[in-house]
Nanobody
Framework: QLVESGGGLVQPGGSLRLSCTAS????????IGWFRQAPGKEREGVSC????????KYVDSVKGRFILSRDNAKNTVYLQMISLKPEDTAVYYC???????WGQGTQVTVSS
């Protein structure tokens, strides 16, 4: 299971960096994705990164604002989020691609 952290309350236009770590897996051996679920909405894919880290994909609504990266030395995948909008408010999850069991997620709230 993967563990997410780094969420919080931020004003519109602000930034956050989410982290995804694992104690039982070496993340560089897997493609990893970030997903989010807003209240009353279905969970959606936000971004994913290939095993090598050489390929990343983003949903259109976050392109140019979110950056997904790996730090293999720390066994961590990061989701850097800038220019946050209220519509980014959601619980954010990381998972393997293809997905396995879901973790607890980390809450991101964008509000003034």
């Amino acid at each position: 299971q993967l563990v997410e952290s780094g969420g919080g309350l931020v004003q519109p236009g602000g930034s956050l960096r989410l982290s995804c770590t694992a104690s039982e897996f070496t993340l560089e051996n897997y493609a990893i994705g970030w997903f989010r679920q807003a209240p009353g909405k279905e969970r959606e894919g936000v971004s994913c990164i290939s095993r090598s880290g050489g390929s990343t994909k983003y949903v259109d609504s976050v392109k140019g604002r979110f950056i997904l990266s790996r730090d293999n030395a720390k066994n961590t995948v990061y989701l850097q989020m800038i220019s946050l909008k209220p519509e980014d408010t959601a619980v954010y999850y990381c998972n393997f691609v293809p997905v396995r069991s879901w973790g607890q997620g980390t809450q991101v709230t964008v509000s003034s």
